[in-house]
């Protein structure tokens, strides 16, 4: 291949270039310093590192921002919630923001942008909720940056994260500390909005407003200034200082905001604006009409319904408010949590105005099931739902029960004209439902025969079907027939049961001879249709009659379920509502009409409390009335002695270790020491929560060192009666069933007489069930320990059948009574290599050769544990 040669002169230019080329890479290396090898790294970082970095943040952002859904019935967030499924999706971006900034720190550190990418760094990790790492990059941004706003903006992240992470106080100290620097524009700005959201997240509504009102001004208008505006005027509203956020509503009006937020302030506007007089209200009313008249707010409709409902609750207008918020539960469509707040609403509005308490429990229940469960509020609606429940029963029950024992009470011509007037009703009812139906029979009658030439019916099969249930005229017509034999029937199991009770709609607690006889005649009875009026009339009274508590025994049940019902409803209203003014009308019914109830002496104790802030004479008289009439209570005893409390759990604890101390010498068997400690338990502690403990160890120590088994039953029996409501109560009773057998062991140990003869040869026994599955390597096991333990001793270990359920295994021999000791406590001890055996029911002792014989010819396990423990153990 032929090359050309080049010429000097024509060599010149590209050996020129070559070197520019030269000293241009020379200056791409990190640590080159000089003014060409500067320009370089500043540019290549800005644009090729920073700038890229930055761009993927700014796309984070705006995606955060979007998925943000505003709450215009809260006070609007400063700073828009990171939703960490936001982070998740741009996982991606974000890594591409850390190592493009990394990038721009490790090859160009000396730039003017390594603190720019620091600080990308840092922001990074925050919202990756990494605040350790964030922290610490901020952290070195303020220590190692000659840049001081660089370092100021550092540190105004550092504060975001302190917040995002709830470190208030270090959150504090850096604001502190800001507050005395010189912040620039961009830098005092961000410091503002940063110390609003940390006020917001803590709930401090005057530092909000006293952050924002700073920033405001220096913000664009596309810095969201509008929404700042609408958050200070929210915030003025919540306070209760209506002029200030008309005022700043207006503000935000005047900053051309978008649309929604636009619509927002306009209609917040309504709700603080000053109103003179009717003419204002009618204004008000007008404007309202005219938003729900404009196409560009059909989405928003259920909004306008809300506020317009919030406007008329305001001017005391219920009727006009409840009809405002249906309507804006009606139209949202589409936004639950708007939705949610109408039937919240209307759950208070019956709760606490009207006293409709079903009402407001079934606006409650749908409150909860539209409610997105990240509302604030919904935790407390939710318990509330729950409780209503419960309240709503309680409020039936005295309603129901009041009716009907008033009822029962009456002479019978009263109560015949009550069950008429009923029954008028009843029918009058009937007769208008009977008209509806046939008028929707006739009405279906008309779409069938529209539909007959399309082939079928609307939402149903084919036309041709003759299925009873797929023809709508049918059915009303059958429902209209069953009406007229049976009458109104609610939809219920044992709807032919004339005799419910109480539990199911009926009027209360019945005989129940009455409820057999009743139910009798009802299978026997002849249909409604077949009687004339004025026997289906008397029918009728008579079921009615049946359902009252006629009897002694039913009226009693009824005021026990009554009185139960007037004591729970104020403790829901003390406790689970946090109402205690309105629990004094059902507590103080119960003690005007059950003065001897079981619940009296808590119910005056509340009284006492609940009175002491708003009625200090009435406290006093309920304070006065529990101490003389139930002074032995511990209501009483907390009032008489306010430290009564404190020194009982100190009492306790005192007792609770006693007691330990004792059950532990019972569990060793040593129980003369055991015995001493429960005395002197019973005698420190006679009313303590441990004193029942004491009184049932006391008896099986006596059990155990040989009472009588009379006196062991007597014992027992009167642990019953001395502590009815102990939750040792079970343990007890389970003993007294036992103790049947207990006192055939004894007298069969009675009749066994061991020998107290002791020097003499011993033997060690290991008594094991049969049917034990350790039981086939325990010889071999002895023998090892014998052997490890016993090097120079001579022991024989065997096998010895001693009745049908029980085996033995025999060491020996021993010379005496200490050497069989010994090795039993060798044996016991916790680093034996036995020791894996004490986890399994084994009886060991030691026995002399002389009554080993009598205790193989008793063939009875426990015959020689007394003598055992009154010999050998107490010598220990």
Not at 437 to 454: I, Y
Request: charged share 25%; proline share 3%; net charge negative.
């Amino acid at each position: 291949m032929y090359l050309p040669i080049l010429t000097r002169t024509a060599r010149l230019p590209i050996i020129a270039v070559l070197g520019i080329f030269t000293i241009l890479f020379s200056q791409c290396a990190p640590t080159r310093r000089g003014p060409l090898a500067n320009q370089y790294h500043n540019v290549t970082s800005h644009y090729n590192c920073w700038w890229i970095a930055k761009e993927h943040l700014k796309q984070v952002d705006e995606d955060i921002m979007l998925s943000h859904q505003h709450n215009y019935n809260r006070i609007l967030q400063v700073f828009p919630t990171i939703d960490s499924t936001v982070i998740k999706t741009d996982s991606l971006q974000l890594a591409d923001a850390i190592k493009k900034a990394s990038i721009g720190i490790t090859r160009h550190p000396y730039s003017n942008w390594t603190d720019d990418n620091y600080i990308i760094v840092g922001k990074t990790r925050l919202y990756q909720a990494d605040f350790v790492n964030a922290v610490e990059t901020f952290k070195y941004v303020n220590t190692t940056s000659e840049n001081d706003n660089e370092r100021h903006t550092a540190l105004i992240f550092l504060m975001r994260t302190f917040v995002e992470n709830r470190d208030f106080s270090n959150a504090i100290a850096v604001s502190d500390f800001l507050e005395k620097q010189e912040l620039n524009r961009r830098n005092r700005k961000l410091l503002y909005l940063t110390r609003a959201h940390f006020h917001q997240v803590r709930e401090n509504l005057d530092g909000i407003v006293e952050n924002l009102t700073l920033v405001a001004p220096m913000l664009k208008r596309n810095e969201e200034k509008a929404k700042i505006y609408f958050i200070i005027g929210q915030i003025y509203q919540e306070l209760g200082l209506d002029v200030k956020a008309y005022e700043y509503y207006q503000k935000c009006t005047k900053t051309n905001p978008e649309y929604e937020l636009f619509f927002y302030a306009r209609l917040n506007m309504n709700q603080v604006a000053v109103l003179d007089g009717s003419s204002d209200i009618k204004r008000v009313r007008k404007y309202y009409r005219k938003l729900l008249k404009d196409d560009k707010n059909i989405d928003f409709q259920d909004k306008i319904y809300y506020e317009m409902g919030r406007f008329e609750q305001k001017q005391g207008n219920l009727e006009l408010a409840i009809e405002n918020y249906k309507s804006s539960a009606l139209t949202s469509t589409n936004n639950p949590r708007q939705k949610s707040y109408a039937y919240w609403e209307l759950g208070k509005i019956y709760f606490t105005d009207l006293k409709d308490y079903e009402l407001a429990k079934a606006y409650y229940d749908s409150t909860v099931m539209v409610m997105p469960e990240d509302e604030e509020a919904f935790a407390a609606i939710k318990q509330r739902q729950e409780v209503l429940a419960e309240f709503v029963e309680h409020v039936t029950t005295i309603a129901q029960t009041d009716s009907v024992l008033a009822l029962a009470n009456m002479d019978s011509i009263a109560r015949a004209a009550i069950f008429a007037k009923v029954i008028e009703q009843e029918e009058a009812a009937a007769a208008e439902e009977d008209k509806r139906q046939r008028r929707a029979a006739r009405q279906q009658q008309f779409v069938n025969l529209d539909e007959a030439g399309t082939g079928t019916f609307a939402g149903g099969p084919q036309a041709g079907s003759v299925w009873y249930y797929y023809n709508p005229t049918a059915i009303t017509s059958g429902q209209a027939d069953f009406r007229r034999t049976w009458g109104e029937r609610p939809l219920e199991r044992n709807w032919r049961r004339s005799n419910k009770g109480l539990e199911e709609g009926g009027f209360g607690d019945v005989d129940p001879a009455l409820a057999a006889e009743q139910d009798a005649e009802t299978e026997n009875s002849v249909p409604i249709a077949e009687l004339s009026p004025e026997e289906r009339r008397a029918k009728r009274q008579q079921e009615l009659l049946n359902k009252l508590p006629l009897t002694a025994e039913a009226q009693q049940t009824a005021y026990a379920k009554l009185e139960f019902a007037y004591y729970r409803l104020g403790d829901i209203y003390r406790e689970d509502l946090e109402e205690p003014v309105n629990a004094i009308p059902p507590f103080e019914s119960l003690l005007n009409r059950f003065d001897t109830s079981q619940y009296a002496p808590e119910v005056m104790y509340q009284l006492y409390l609940i009175y002491q802030p708003v009625d200090l004479e009435r406290s006093n008289y309920y304070k006065n009335l529990l101490i003389n009439q139930y002074p032995n209570t511990i209501y009483a005893k907390v009032i008489i002695n306010p430290n009564y409390q404190e020194e009982s759990n100190a009492a306790a604890a005192k007792a609770q270790r006693l007691y330990r101390e004792a059950y532990q010498f019972y569990e060793t068997q040593a129980f003369t020491e055991a015995g001493t400690l429960v005395s002197q338990g019973l005698n420190d502690f006679p009313e303590n929560d441990f004193t029942d403990n004491f009184a049932l160890l006391k008896i099986l120590i006596e059990a155990e060192q040989g009472t009588n088994i009379y006196n062991y039953r007597f014992a027992l029996e009167g642990f019953k009666t001395d502590y009815p409501e102990s939750e040792l109560l079970g343990y007890a009773e389970k003993l007294l069933e036992a103790s049947q057998s207990v006192e055939t062991r004894i007298q069969q140990a009675k009749a066994i007489q061991y020998i107290s003869y002791f020097d003499q040869e011993h033997y060690f026994v290991l008594v094991y069930k049969n049917a034990s599955a350790e039981a086939t390597d325990i010889t071999q096991q002895i023998d090892q320990f014998n052997k490890a333990t016993y090097p120079d001793v001579t022991l024989a270990t065997s096998s010895l059948i001693l009745n049908d359920e029980y085996s033995m295994v025999l060491v020996a021999p021993f010379t005496g009574k200490q050497d069989a000791l010994a090795y039993y406590n060798a044996f016991i001890q916790d680093n034996s290599t036995l020791n894996g055996l004490q986890r399994f029911n084994f009886n060991n002792f030691v026995i002399t050769k002389d009554n080993f014989t009598i205790y193989l010819q008793a063939k009875k396990p426990d015959s020689y544990k007394t003598f055992y423990q009154q010999n050998y153990l107490r010598l220990e």
